[in-house]
């Protein structure tokens, strides 16, 4: 991701180069489009073309990452009954995605310090968009996994170099909302991906839903291609290598980062968690709904869309560290009320989880960049390192719960990653900035 951060400086960097990257943070005048148009060192100011051209590249390019990665999970009752697998065995159809993608990124991370970062997303885009096609093929279930590996392989060239960019090339001031859209274009995207899947797969059949999402993907790649902007403050760093020890150990001994990092793995792998089951016994008694029905499910990711925005502009507004908490205390309650019988309440819970998921997720992502002094590349890999694997990790474990306790199982389990990420939350408030920026 994205889920998807200032200026992308390396640690290789020289010190006149880190100064000017600075002083170019620091531009926020309307004047900021002007210079870019002539060519200058000012970032992209909110209101000008090139920030629309940006933002609605980077909106098709979270959408485009998440339809193609979580359009399996509505798909995996299917898969259970299609392969004769249990509902953590199917879950690997997801899992093996975001693992592979979850190592992918570091290593993305530093190829494009080398590459740029425009090109490595384009390719990242319709590679996987062609793996998601090549899936509807599959002939059983381990080359099924065997491509949805490949395809993590090929997305771990999006998010975090997305995110990288948006921070390189956005003016500090609207960073924040930058981020939503972004983030907004993740939830959009996870949301079309899930119910085009579960619409095509309960009238036709799996294989025609991917062949369709990953279509879409395609023009997804080609859109992003056409809008996005060339990097005008990316400088190519051929020593990224030899600096990534150095870089490691810059951020894990800061005083946030690692925590923001622990944050990602709590807050998506309980979200992927609670979507990945909740078909489960949506679609078994006393409910006994469609695959359309609960597919239709993932239109809650709307809020979210709004969420991430409105987050985005609240951080800008109040500090970071003095909106996250509140923010994290929405999902647990959420996820109390699905423990209901009753249907409504059950959604409700659900929409109220995911409006909380992308507001929080909008707002420490977009920590992580402004955070980080030098290579944010890799502090922005770091994330979603950490966010990916929570996802591999716990969306597979839940599912243990699952056939042993049930959905009161699930619940328990993603209650206490919830309550300890309140927690982290809470900690964060009284963490010292490290720079003006960082509030």
């Not at 949805?148 to 956005?170: D, F, K, V």
């Amino acid at each position: 991701m994205p889920p998807p951060v200032a200026s992308l400086d390396s640690d290789a960097l020289s010190a006149s180069s880190s100064a000017s990257d600075s002083a170019s943070s620091a531009a926020t005048s309307p004047a900021s489009s002007a210079a870019d148009r002539c060519g200058g060192t000012a970032r992209i100011a909110a209101g000008s073309a090139a920030f629309r051209r940006s933002n609605r590249a980077l909106f098709f390019g979270g959408f485009s990452t998440f339809a193609l990665l979580y359009c399996v999970q509505p798909l995996m009752p299917l898969l259970s009954h299609e392969f004769a697998l249990s509902a953590a065995q199917s879950s690997m159809v997801l899992s093996c995605s975001t693992a592979a993608l979850a190592l992918s990124l570091l290593a993305s991370s530093v190829v494009s310090e080398r590459l740029g970062r425009k090109p490595l997303m384009v390719g990242a885009m319709a590679l996987a968009a062609l793996l998601t096609i090549a899936c509807a093929g599959a002939h059983n279930y381990a080359q099924l996994l065997a491509l949805r590996t490949l395809l993590g392989i090929a997305l771990g060239g999006m998010p975090a170099i997305a995110m990288a960019y948006l921070g390189e090339e956005i003016e500090p001031n609207s960073l924040g909302l930058s981020m939503g859209l972004y983030i907004s274009g993740s939830a959009l995207g996870g949301m079309a991906g899930r119910v085009i899947a579960s619409l095509l797969s309960d009238h036709f059949s799996w294989r025609l839903a991917l062949a369709v999402v990953g279509a879409a993907g395609v023009l997804a790649a080609l859109e992003f291609w056409r809008s996005l902007p060339a990097s005008r403050h990316f400088r190519p760093q051929h020593t990224a290598w030899r600096a990534m020890p150095a870089a490691f150990r810059g951020h894990w001994s800061d005083a946030g980062m690692p925590w923001l990092f622990a944050l990602a793995f709590l807050l998506m792998g309980s979200f992927v968690s609670l979507y990945n089951y909740i078909g489960y016994r949506l679609l078994a008694t006393p409910f006994s709904l469609s695959q359309s029905v609960v597919g239709a499910l993932s239109l809650l990711y709307l809020l979210g869309i709004y969420s991430s925005v409105w987050a985005g502009r609240l951080a800008d507004r109040y500090g970071r560290r003095h909106v996250l908490w509140t923010l994290i205390a929405i999902p647990p309650v959420g996820l109390l009320l699905t423990l209901s019988n009753w249907l409504p309440l059950i959604v409700f819970g659900v929409a109220l989880y995911t409006f909380g998921f992308f507001a929080a997720h909008s707002v420490a992502s977009s920590w992580v960049g402004r955070r980080a002094l030098g290579n944010r590349a890799l502090a922005s890999a770091l994330y979603l390192f950490f966010y990916y694997f929570g996802s591999s990790v716990v969306g597979s474990l839940s599912g243990l719960m699952w056939e042993s306790h049930g959905w009161p199982g699930v619940v328990l389990v993603l209650g206490s990653l919830l309550l300890l990420a309140l927690a982290i939350g809470w900690r964060l408030r009284q963490l010292a900035p490290v720079a003006q920026a960082d509030l």
